[in-house]
């Protein structure tokens, strides 16, 4: 049995949410907690937890019910081709967490996307990849594979779609889960950002609703499915006042860029958000916002284009 609580067989997913809401990751956390304790805290149902209480009382020891490829592929960390990337993720990108690259025009985020693109093929896995920008063709995919191992065969393991709207991206969304199998890796939204700019009219709270909903199907994608997920989006212009309060036209007195559509869609203890800071054509910054491990990052590594890898 796996002592990861989102991935616990019997918990319904609204179960699961709430647990991983409240702080809950592993089954150690709740050792020692009361069933109606817990029932209490989280307004859940005591039968809809019982079991896992009962898990959670017993020693740890390896989910003897999965095979042991099942597990490393599980716990497989991929590696990219980009040095700078790979050390501000700790050593590379964890199976079924979330990856947001941002960028201004120009930056690498699609060659990045690409090239994890690129080894989840390798590894026989399939990849989703989803424009919205026109940004990134099936000419400019195949490309990507012309050196790969898998040239001959990746149109078979890469979907590609092209949504225009943002009712499409939304509609995608809300079918994301139904369109995952055990074969599904890796999901590309490139420019997620951009269906968003293209609405200029959405109300506040209404945005917020429907990035509250890409945040719940993005958890329950990457932790009941084990899909990795990596978004690209662009950036925009934030004013500070000289205290770094948010600021306006009026009061500001500097401007930053930051991503696009923030934080809120993103799950917080299974996101990595990069930006990527060009300095010249080759050269520039690669910055680390957050990971689930250090909420407000900020690590910085210099990366040139020039040389083999970044």
Excluded: W
């Excluded at 179960?15 to 409240?22: D, E, F, K, V």
């Excluded at 029932?39 to 809809?48: F, M, T, V």
């Excluded at 709207?165 to 369109?179: A, G, H, Q």
Aim: glycine share 6%; hydrophobic share 40%.
């Amino acid at each position: 049995m796996s002592r990861n609580i989102l991935l616990h067989p019997t918990l319904p997913s609204s179960t699961q949410l709430a647990l991983r809401r409240a702080g809950y990751e592993t089954l150690d956390d709740l050792s020692g907690t009361s069933v109606e304790a817990l029932s209490k805290e989280l307004g859940i149902d005591i039968s809809d937890l019982q079991s896992i209480i009962t898990v959670s009382q017993r020693p740890p020891g390896p989910p003897l019910s999965q095979s042991l490829a099942s597990l490393i592929s599980r716990s497989r960390i991929f590696a990219c081709s980009y040095a700078a990337v790979n050390t501000a993720l700790g050593g590379g990108l964890p199976r079924g967490h979330i990856l947001e690259i941002s960028g201004p025009p120009g930056s690498f985020k699609e060659t990045l996307a690409l090239d994890y693109a690129r080894i989840f093929v390798e590894a026989n896995e399939e990849v989703i990849f989803i424009d919205t920008q026109n940004m990134t063709s099936l000419a400019t995919i195949k490309k990507a594979f012309h050196n790969s191992s898998a040239a001959a065969n990746y149109r078979d393991l890469v979907r590609y779609a092209h949504l225009h709207t943002l009712p499409d991206l939304m509609i995608f969304i809300y079918n994301l889960l139904s369109e995952i199998h055990s074969k599904t890796g890796l999901l590309i939204l490139n420019s997620i950002s951009f269906p968003f700019l293209s609405h200029p009219d959405l109300q506040s709270s209404k945005r917020t609703a429907l990035l509250e909903k890409i945040h719940q199907v993005f958890l329950q994608a990457s932790a009941l499915h084990n899909l990795t997920i990596i978004t690209t989006s662009q950036m925009s212009t934030k004013l500070l006042n000289a205290d770094g309060s948010p600021g306006n036209f009026e009061t500001g007195a500097k401007a930053v860029m930051v991503p696009q559509l923030g934080s809120t869609y993103l799950p917080s203890g299974r996101s990595y958000r990069l930006v990527i800071v060009p300095e010249s054509r080759t050269t520039g910054v690669i910055q680390l916002l957050s990971s689930p491990t250090h909420p407000s990052g900020q690590a910085r590594h210099q990366y040139d284009l020039s040389h083999h890898g970044a």
